[in-house]
């Protein structure tokens, strides 16, 4: 399984940027894929996540109402709408991926495949 993000920059307050996270080599009908951000000298955390089979999705609470998860199945890939961003959404933001689902969705132990960071910087 490989996991690649994209979309990252530098916005300002208010703004709006669309992550994505393009997934290949995926064998399971059903598969949760999550974002999670870390911040410098902050510990890792979870954004957002979606269970694909169902298209049940959750949210963290300082994200609630200004982003939107949602697959995109013709590009097999995964995006994070960000909207009305604020100067504490500033980090790397990760996307994951996991077999099935599990009800810790917020924890990072739960997800076995990681891509690589994508920068998001919002300037106040």
């Known amino acids: 399984v490989q996991l690649q993000a994209s979309g990252g920059g530098l916005v300002q307050s208010g703004g709006s940027l669309r992550l994505s996270c393009e997934i290949s080599?995926?064998?399971?009908?059903?598969?949760?894929i999550a974002w999670f951000r870390q911040a410098p000298g902050k510990e890792r955390e979870a954004v957002s996540c979606?269970?694909?089979?169902?298209?049940?999705?959750f949210y963290a609470v300082s994200v609630k109402g200004r982003f939107t998860i949602f697959r995109d199945d013709t590009r097999r890939a995964v995006h994070l709408q960000m909207n009305s961003l604020k100067p504490e959404d500033t980090a790397l933001y990760f996307c994951?991926?996991?077999?099935?689902?599990?009800?810790?969705?917020?924890?990072?132990?739960?997800?076995?495949?990681w891509g690589r960071g994508t920068q998001v910087t919002v300037s106040s």
């Open positions: 080599g995926l064998d399971h009908i059903d598969w949760t």
């Open positions: 994951a991926a996991r077999e099935l689902f599990g009800s810790a969705w917020w924890s990072a132990q739960e997800y076995g495949y």
């Open positions: 979606i269970r694909v089979a169902e298209d049940t999705t």
